[in-house]
């Protein structure tokens, strides 16, 4: 938008008017803001002066926003008035609105600012373009052949007098309607076949037989083009003769289906009382019945016996007698039991007395086409949902980047999807484990109205599957058939729970409560999967930042017996410890094991065979065979659990049949949701003590949170690896090949990233 746009603040405190204006003219140069903080003179200046748009206050000394826009909205009907307030709840909003107002926005922070410039633009860019298109109209209007326009839809949005006038109905009863009112069945798929593709290829020219309200038939010399917006521009001209021609085509109405359509097309005819007196091949073919089985038979035959009981089939025939004829669709049966849906035209027959004689029924079968229509409907919403949700996946990506705290991230991840249709508002918690949900904080609606709903709302199988299997879920609501005191409830269908997940921690859940009653699309599935790890992965990186900078940890000591853990029983008589844990890729780590009494060979055998192992190499074997180093790849063992909820794994041992590990955690950490995890997902596991333990400050600390937050996962998983592995020993213990290969990356790869690695670390310590 290029030309200016004059602006009218109406608010009583001057000094928010003012910052509000210099902000808007600032970031919007078009924008010419006036503020006036007296309401009853700003009506007089909308009606003396001319206003692009209006933002008011709600609450002003002179009168209140809804009285201010009730009187400006007589003065203009139609200029964009924008409500800009302090004051903010649900029965002011929806008064608002049903008093007319453009658009309601509530002074929440700067970033409004910029949604009250952005949504200011919008409204004066709409009003502008329809003016725009209003005076185009005018001309269309005095143009002697019937115009119309119709939207990407097929829908009329605008006609001339004339065209209305050629097709016999009122303006207003075409406005809305699809084109296909004034087609014959017959001649429909013509328009889709060929006209309509020719239209968008730069214009279709021809002959069209249109069906007036009267029910007769003109002959119209008739042309289709595209806008570049997408509309569909009709110039039709009547080029019917005279009385005769009209009555020639009334006729040819009634009976080309008969001659043009004999397979495509159910054509029969019926006595007076509705029953079958002739069949074609295109009736047999359709409905599988033959000739000697329908004729004789009632037409209620072809409708399930719900309809036929209540008497759809006679009074089909009773409108078709009373208006001349009758089209419907609708579902009708076959001869196996099947259905199809049916496009069904009645019309009555008389002789040349004008005596009733019967009806002459033409049915079609439209199944596969209202398949593809549906089809194509549902391809639409999917698509238009899954555009919708990934824009809110890059605002929350965006919006988390800033965060420096895990009730940040949930905030904003509530906050942004409680803009987004159909969520009524969010709220972020936890699987209680007695079958709720407990919120922790909520958007769109305060935390302890949002516990009420959920307290009456959720069920422990959602919940718990949610919570336990890290995936979202989606609970039906029959909001009637629950007692709730709290009209934002009555108004809820289902409830979306959505993990935030880091690998395979679930840090809590966040609850979508909306007006939709659907199934969610493979595309909004996957959306908001992304936005739940995204947040994960955000919560885990501000609790690992948080262990790294604290001056204490909470220091728990576990101990396992699960067999399903390859690092139980890793060995036999002797004892091993864990030097150091590197993840390499997703859902993977590479563990490295000091063995003492026990042969890496034999270990490396046995380890193996256990699922959770993806890989086994010995790095090193002592002369006698009694010890050496070990590198193994899991999957799943519990140091790896708890180095995936954000856990310090600092100290782990091994004898036969037990696996002891101590780590560190967050003071602030969730210890009893922490526990609870690994004791759910290694039965054999207990917690043997828990203690606060102070960490002094070193050196070494600035080192590791280099190490954590300037390398990428591959560079630190190349150091630790090189580190562990032997390569900086003399003599090595691993040359670059042989860690590269313990990492399934290559030699030249690996050199790379250890070499910024080092730079990195050397940087930090001598600099």
């Given at each position: 938008?290029?030309d ?5 603040h ?16 600032e970031?919007?140069e ?6 006036e903080?007296?309401a009853?003179?700003a ?30 909205r ?29 658009d ?13 410039g ?8 709409k ?39 050629l ?53 119209t010399n ?9 509309e ?17 085509l ?15 097309y ?8 509705g ?46 007698l009373?208006e ?40 079609r ?5 209202r ?5 194509l409907?549902?391809?639409r ?14 605002d ?6 800033d965060?420096?705290?895990r ?13 987004e249709?159909p ?11 007695t ?7 909520a958007?769109?609606?305060?935390a ?5 709903v ?7 199988a ?17 909001s ?33 409560c ?9 595309d ?6 992304d ?47 864990l ?32 699922p ?17 180093v ?11 659990h ?10 782990t ?9 101590v ?18 997902a ?6 043997v ?14 080192v ?6 300037q ?55 001598f600099?």
């Amino acid at each position: 938008m290029n030309d200016s746009v004059r602006v009218l603040h109406v608010d009583d405190d001057r000094e928010f008017a003012s910052l509000t204006a210099a902000y808007l003219e600032e970031e919007y140069e078009e924008f010419a803001v006036e503020t006036e903080p007296d309401a009853t003179r700003a009506l007089a200046r909308i009606r003396e002066e001319s206003f692009d748009c209006v933002v008011s206050d709600y609450e002003m000394p002179q009168m209140t926003g809804l009285v201010f826009l009730r009187e400006a909205r007589e003065i203009d009907p139609d200029l964009p008035i924008v409500f800009f307030t302090g004051r903010g709840s649900e029965d002011v909003a929806a008064e608002a609105i049903s008093a007319g107002v453009t658009d309601y926005l509530q002074k929440r922070g700067p970033e409004q600012y910029t949604l009250l410039g952005n949504r200011i633009r919008h409204y004066v860019d709409k009003r502008r373009a329809e003016e725009e298109r209003l005076r185009g109209y005018e001309a269309i209007e005095r143009a002697r052949e019937g115009i119309s326009i119709l939207d990407e839809e097929g829908r009329f949005v605008y006609t001339n007098r004339a065209f209305a006038d050629l097709v016999g109905y009122g303006r207003e009863e075409l406005l809305g309607e699809h084109w296909e009112l004034l087609y014959r069945e017959e001649d429909r798929e013509q328009v889709y076949d060929e006209q309509l593709p020719a239209a968008t290829e730069g214009g279709w020219t021809g002959q069209t037989v249109f069906r007036r309200k009267d029910g007769d038939l003109v002959l119209t010399n008739h042309s289709l083009s595209y806008t570049d917006e997408g509309e569909l521009v009709s110039v039709a001209q009547d080029i019917t003769d005279d009385e005769r021609r009209r009555r020639e085509l009334l006729e040819a109405r009634r009976f080309e289906s008969l001659v043009d359509a004999v397979t495509e097309y159910a054509v029969f005819m019926l006595d007076t009382e509705g029953r079958i007196v002739t069949w074609n091949e295109g009736a047999e073919e359709i409905t599988g019945y033959t000739e000697e089985e329908a004729v004789g038979e009632h037409v209620s035959l072809f409708h399930a016996s719900e309809d036929a009981d209540g008497g759809m089939p006679e009074d089909l025939l009773d409108r078709a007698l009373a208006e001349g004829s009758a089209e419907v669709e609708g579902w009708r049966a076959r001869r196996d039991g099947g259905r199809f849906w049916a496009h069904v035209v009645v019309t009555p027959v008389y002789d040349d007395d004008g005596t009733h004689q019967g009806f002459a029924l033409v049915t079609r079968d439209m199944t596969e086409r209202r398949a593809r229509e549906n089809e194509l409907r549902e391809q639409r919403e999917s698509l238009a949902a899954a555009n919708r949700m990934n824009a809110v996946l890059r605002d929350v990506l965006r919006r988390i980047i800033d965060d420096s705290s895990r009730e940040g991230i949930e905030r904003d991840v509530c906050d942004r999807l409680t803009t987004e249709e159909p969520y009524l508002f969010a709220a972020s918690g936890s699987y209680d484990g007695t079958g709720g949900f407990a919120v922790r904080l909520a958007s769109g609606i305060d935390a302890d109205a949002a516990a009420y709903v959920f307290e009456h709302l959720s069920t422990e199988a959602t919940v718990a599957r949610a919570a336990a299997e890290g995936t979202v879920e989606v609970q039906h609501v029959d909001s009637e058939a629950i007692d709730l005191d709290h009209d934002l409830a009555k108004a809820i269908r289902s409830v979306v729970y959505v993990p935030l997940t880091y690998r395979d921690t679930t840090y809590g859940l966040v609850a979508l409560c909306s007006t939709s009653a659907s199934y969610l699309t493979d595309d909004e599935r996957s959306a908001l999967e992304d936005i739940g790890t995204a947040a994960g992965y955000g919560i885990h990186a501000v609790e690992t930042e948080r262990l790294l900078q604290a001056d204490g940890v909470v220091e728990l000591v576990f101990e396992t017996t699960d067999d399903d853990d390859p690092l139980v029983g890793l060995v036999g008589d002797g004892s091993a410890r864990l030097d150091r844990l590197v993840p390499v890729d997703d859902g993977q780590y590479l563990l490295y094991a000091t063995l003492d009494g026990a042969s890496p060979t034999a270990v490396r055998e046995r380890v193996a065979s256990n699922p959770a192992t993806a890989d086994a190499t010995v790095v090193h074997e002592d002369d006698d065979g009694d010890g050496g180093v070990l590198a193994l790849t899991v999957t799943r063992s519990l140091v790896t659990h708890l180095a995936d909820a954000g856990a310090k794994v600092h100290t782990t041992e091994m004898t036969d049949g037990s696996l002891r590990v101590v780590a560190d955690v967050s003071p602030t950490a969730d210890i009893g949701q922490l526990v609870d995890g690994v004791t759910e997902a290694f039965p054999g596991t207990r917690l043997v003590s828990k203690r606060q333990v102070a960490r002094p400050v070193k050196r070494t600390r600035a080192v590791a949170e280099t190490v954590e937050s300037q390398l990428t996962e591959r560079q630190l998983a190349a150091l630790q690896a090189a580190y562990h592995g032997g390569y900086f020993e003399r003599p090595r213990r691993q040359t670059a090949e042989d860690v590269a290969a313990t990492m399934g990356i290559s030699a030249s790869t690996f050199h790379q990233h250890l070499r910024i690695a080092l730079e990195t670390v050397l940087t930090e310590l001598f600099d």
